[in-house]
């Protein structure tokens, strides 16, 4: 656990020593091939109480990455974007993921297809039910009437830990989710 954050904490340090570094310079490339309507919900996200900002343009544009393996922060310009997510498992997968991306930070808006789980920490099962509830993340009704949480995206194209809340039993259930980069072929065979 301690090495796991170790880690966790050298990469985010390393993403913003590039962020900054691709700030003195870097100019943007690249086309919108699409575009789609992004929602938001009016009340206050969880990804709000965790000083994560998320853009309030009103489209999400689909772009390519200029990267082939995980993104790194500063690789993608700021905006919404659609795309893809994968999990461990059947009874825990998105339907619908916008990758909101401000100043090199990404936040995620994530819709559920069903009601079965209704909070979301980046961890395992046994590490959520100590956490602090600002580390914990609680559905909110999308403007479809679905599950959605708005949470923090550490990275890219890599598989993540996430401990979901099941409803049904009162527990935490350990699962694994990858946020694709916009456009990247992983979100294209996804």
């Not at 993403?15 to 938001?40: D, F, H, K, M, Y």
């Not at 919404?80 to 808006?109: E, I, N, R």
């Not at 959520?128 to 993340?137: K, L």
């Not at 909110?140 to 990275?155: C, E, I, Q, R």
Request: hydrophobic content about 35%; charged content about 20%.
């Amino acid at each position: 656990m301690y090495r796991r954050k170790v880690i966790v904490l050298a990469s985010l340090l390393a993403c913003l020593v590039i962020a900054l570094a691709g700030c003195a310079g870097n100019s943007q490339t690249g086309g919108s091939s699409s575009s789609e309507p992004a929602t938001s919900s009016p009340t206050a996200s969880a990804a709000d109480t965790a000083n994560a900002s998320t853009s309030d343009s009103a489209s999400s544009v689909e772009q390519s990455s200029a990267a082939s393996g995980a993104a790194v922060a500063g690789d993608i310009a700021d905006g919404d974007y659609t795309t893809d997510t994968k999990t461990d498992s059947s009874m825990f997968h998105p339907v619908a993921c916008t990758l909101h991306v401000q100043d090199g930070a990404y936040t995620a808006t994530i819709t559920m297809p069903g009601e079965g789980f209704s909070r979301l920490y980046f961890g395992t099962s046994e590490e959520a039910a100590t956490a602090p509830d600002s580390e914990i993340y609680d559905y909110y009704l999308g403007d479809d009437g679905k599950y959605t949480f708005d949470v923090p995206v550490s990275a890219l194209d890599e598989e993540l830990t996430i401990a979901a809340w099941g409803q049904r039993r009162d527990r935490w259930y350990d699962h694994s989710i990858i946020f694709y980069s916009p456009g990247s072929e992983q979100a294209s065979a996804a």
